[in-house]
């Protein structure tokens, strides 16, 4: 004897909220991964390091490593790593200088930096991508700190270019380009991590 | 050309609190010189001080004090005393006109914090401290009437009558009329 | 003469973690070129990501991902391991390490912990983040994982150790000539 068919699934009376598609990846997939080790930066005392891109259709993160070598005397220090995306300093204020600024930059002349973290940022309508958004930041004491970074949208192809820039500590606007095509075809290899499910 | 571009300022959206909860940002008070005991056992003392008068209002603190010797004492939870000796304490102030006001909650408007309520409305912006002594400061939306203004608080709650000190309020009124506008216009 | 005397500096004294608890902090990491989806039911999967390698050991992030439709369970902190997702990392010769409780080393001096030790820095109902002190062999280099309590079944998957060993090889001392001998 067989069995009624199951009745359709409840919808379920909490519905999880999903942040927007600039705020972070998609969830339900699994990136492609650019193995990129970058040098953002180098100075004697500090060094600004960008690595393991993981792209997805919609986007990019990528690490941000910030090092100090060793504790300096009398300097108030995380790096700016919470004055870097905002947290109430403005940088284009009297601190501006010590505002550790980054960027990405497409080849079609489009870019997204840190200068402009809003924290209604995943409220409202899409902004025109690229935009550029803090995940996390880690850190493990002074001298080491890992910034997780969402890129949305992607680059065309052409040069993809990462800009830092610190004036106050001595670190000028660089710059390190990769071939955005090397995120392209990452992109490409991401997959879904859960296929259509078959037809019920 | 510089990669990095300078956002635009913007203004400041936060948000301001009312003004018939506050005293006038842009005026220096006049000081009334008197600092009142309001209720006192052997252990506690509670004062009505740093008393500022505005045209629009009184600005004063609630504080509540141990006896030295009470500090002394071993506490098994230091804060606790103060939070529940002091959960209690309401304040009234009578008016020479017959009104009151006070700072029990039930007795506000229920719109108060969007709709300005006629004078006068007695408020307090929260209160803080530690087993060496608490205060809660206090605002007095609407000048009183002449004649005597009393202060008067229920503490400890529901244990002794009520206690308080009665000042002529001609003291609050001349200070008011010595407020002056940090910024003079004209 | 000026009024201020400026105070004498004082070094700070910032607590340091322990160095098979982190990666080092003059170093820029090599990168895994995969990430490897571990675990996958209906209704959740588990993602390890974002492999960065130093000659010491390896950081991932331990990833849970919830299937679009899958409405979130508000539930208690857990405190019980069983009310979380539990990760082994196999080596191919046999050592392992997990995120389980009551493996934490006891500090002795400059004595280092034997590998494999894994240290999960955060955790969360999202996963967290994690260290595993120490570089496996050449070989299969096992993830594992399950969580009883969102029915995740005993779940592996499995990476080629040499990605992981080449990555280390990238890893980059940033300050070279300063490095201590």
Not at chain 2, 65 to 81: A, I, N, T, V, Y
Not at chain 2, 120 to 142: C, D, I, M, Q, V
Request: net charge negative; glycine share 8%.
């Amino acid at each position: 004897m067989s069995e009624p068919p199951e009745p359709p699934p409840e919808e379920p009376s909490e519905v999880e909220y999903r942040r927007p598609a600039w705020v972070e990846p998609p969830a339900d997939m699994v990136p492609g991964i650019v193995p990129v080790e970058l040098i953002l930066a180098r100075t004697p005392q500090r060094a600004i390091g960008l690595t393991g891109i993981r792209a997805y259709p919609t986007g990019f993160g990528c690490t941000l490593h910030l090092r100090l070598r060793e504790d300096i005397p009398g300097e108030q220090s995380n790096f700016g790593a919470f004055n870097m995306f905002g947290d109430g300093v403005d940088p284009a204020g009297e601190f501006a200088d010590y505002y550790l600024r980054f960027g990405v930059g497409f080849a079609d002349g489009r870019r997204a930096t840190n200068l402009n973290q809003r924290h209604d940022f995943d409220e409202g309508p899409a902004p025109d991508p690229p935009t550029l958004w803090l995940v996390r930041w880690e850190g493990y004491d002074r001298l080491a700190w890992e910034v997780s970074l969402w890129v949305y949208g992607l680059p065309p192809p052409g040069p993809l270019a990462f800009v830092v820039e610190w004036p106050a500590r001595d670190i000028p606007e660089s710059r390190v380009e990769i071939d955005a095509g090397l995120v392209l075809e990452a992109a490409a290899r991401a997959v879904p991590i859960w296929p259509d499910p078959p037809q019920r | 050309m510089s990669f990095f571009v300078m956002p635009a300022w913007q203004p400041p959206t936060g948000y301001r609190i009312p003004a018939w909860l506050r005293p006038p940002e842009t005026m220096v008070p006049g000081i009334v010189p008197v600092e009142l005991l309001l209720a006192r056992t052997d252990t506690h003392a509670v004062l009505a001080t740093d008393l500022r008068a505005y045209p629009t209002g009184l600005e004063f603190a609630l504080t509540a004090r141990p006896h030295p010797d009470q500090l002394q004492q071993p506490r098994h939870d230091p804060d606790r005393p103060h939070r529940l000796m002091y959960r209690d304490l309401w304040l009234e102030l009578r008016f020479a006109d017959g009104q009151t006001v006070s700072t029990d909650p039930r007795r506000w408007p229920r719109t108060f914090e969007t709709n300005q309520p006629d004078p006068p409305f007695l408020y307090y912006h929260g209160a803080g401290g530690s087993e060496r002594g608490w205060r809660s400061p206090h605002w007095l939306w609407g000048l009183p009437p002449p004649g005597p203004l009393a202060f008067v608080c229920q503490w400890p709650a529901g244990q002794n009558p009520s206690s308080g000190v009665e000042i002529d309020a001609s003291l609050v009124l001349e200070a008011a009329d010595r407020a002056v506008p940090v910024w003079p216009t004209g | 003469m000026s009024f201020f005397d400026k105070p004498a500096l004082r070094p700070p004294i910032e607590l340091r973690m322990p160095v098979w608890s982190r990666g080092p902090e003059d170093m820029v990491p090599g990168v895994v070129p995969v990430a490897l989806l571990v675990a996958r039911t209906d209704t959740h999967a588990v993602l390890i990501d974002g492999l960065l390698v130093y000659p010491t050991g390896f950081d991932f992030d331990l990833a849970v991902r919830r299937h679009p439709r899958q409405p979130r369970h508000h539930r208690h902190h857990p405190h019980l391991w069983d009310d979380q997702l539990r990760l082994e990392v196999r080596f191919a010769d046999g050592r392992t390490a997990d995120n389980g409780p009551g493996r934490w080393p006891r500090p002795s001096g400059d004595h280092l912990p034997d590998p494999p030790l894994l240290y999960q820095s955060v955790s969360g109902p999202d996963g967290g983040h994690v260290w595993l002190w120490g570089l496996p062999p050449p070989g299969p280099l096992t993830f594992a994982c399950q969580w009883p309590a969102e029915q995740i079944p005993p779940s592996q998957a499995t990476l080629d150790a040499g990605l992981v060993l080449a990555a280390a090889a990238r890893a980059r001392t940033l300050w070279p000539d300063e490095a201590s001998a």
